[in-house]
Nanobody, 120 residues
Framework: VQLQASGGGLVQPGRSLRLSCAAS????????MAWYRQAPGKQREWVAT???????NSAQFAKGRFTISRDNAKNTAYLQMNSLKPEDTAVYYC???????????????WGQGTLVTVSS
């Protein structure tokens, strides 16, 4: 199973960016897909999670600005980030709980990260 994160880049404060995370490989089901981020010199922190049933949750700093969504048919999660601030600068990682067979429990997989830089 591989998770491919994309969509990062340099953006001015106040602008928007949409990240994508595509899961591929031997996948039976995906229970959740999530985004984390790690700013320079800081620990990785959770951003948002989207569940297979349609529910989602996000960190307090993300509420009102970031929206996570999923396309289950494409095994892809998105993170729409609006009103970006310089403090949102970080490497954004996707994470998913994946079952490769119906008889095996879900395992956690991580993508390689995509860099988001918010600067004027």
């Amino acid at each position: 199973v591989q998770l491919q994160a994309s969509g990062g880049g340099l953006v001015q404060p106040g602008r928007s960016l949409r990240l994508s995370c595509a899961a591929s490989g031997s996948i039976f089901s995906i229970s959740y897909m999530a985004w984390y981020r790690q700013a320079p010199g800081k620990q990785r922190e959770w951003v948002a999670t989207a569940l297979s049933g349609g529910g989602s949750n996000s960190a307090q700093f993300a509420k009102g600005r970031f929206t996570i969504s999923r396309d289950n048919a494409k095994n892809t999660a998105y993170l729409q980030m609006n009103s970006l601030k310089p403090e949102d600068t970080a490497v954004y990682y996707c994470n998913a709980g994946v079952r490769v067979r119906s008889t095996t429990p879900a395992q956690t997989y991580w993508g390689q990260g995509t860099l988001v830089t918010v600067s004027s």
